[in-house]
């Protein structure tokens, strides 16, 4: 199982950004996927995952801004961030949910076999 990050680069506020999920080793619709991130000094946090069966979560912080799909074909997740705020800054990070669950909840623990992280830097 693996899963590659990329799309992170520096962008002003206000700006977007879309973030890849590159999975290998296992099939997308049977899993759940999810986005965290960590800034500096920061726990890591849930920021959107899609559940097996499609269903979608959002931290408050990004509903309305952040929007999370994935593509069956490409066995791709991907992570639209548009409206981006500095405070947004963080490594970015996609993981795979451990279990089958539909309905597993959006937090780290739940998750394993972690991408290596994309680094989004948004500037004021």
């Known amino acids: 199982v693996q899963l590659q990050a990329s799309g992170g680069g520096s962008v002003q506020a206000g700006g977007s950004l879309i973030l890849s999920c590159a999975a290998s080793?296992?099939?997308?619709?049977?899993?759940?996927v999810g986005w965290f991130r960590q800034a500096p000094g920061k726990e890591r946090e849930g920021v959107a995952c899609i559940r097996r069966g499609g269903g979608l979560v959002y931290a408050d912080s990004v509903k309305g801004r952040f929007t999370i799909s994935r593509d069956n074909a490409k066995n791709t997740v991907y992570l639209q961030m548009h409206s981006l705020k500095p405070e947004d800054t963080a490594v970015y990070y996609c993981a795979r949910g451990r279990g089958s669950s539909y309905y597993l909840s959006c937090i780290s623990s739940n998750f394993g076999s972690w991408g290596q992280g994309t680094l989004v830097t948004v500037s004021s």
């Open positions: 080793g296992f099939t997308l619709d049977y899993n759940t």
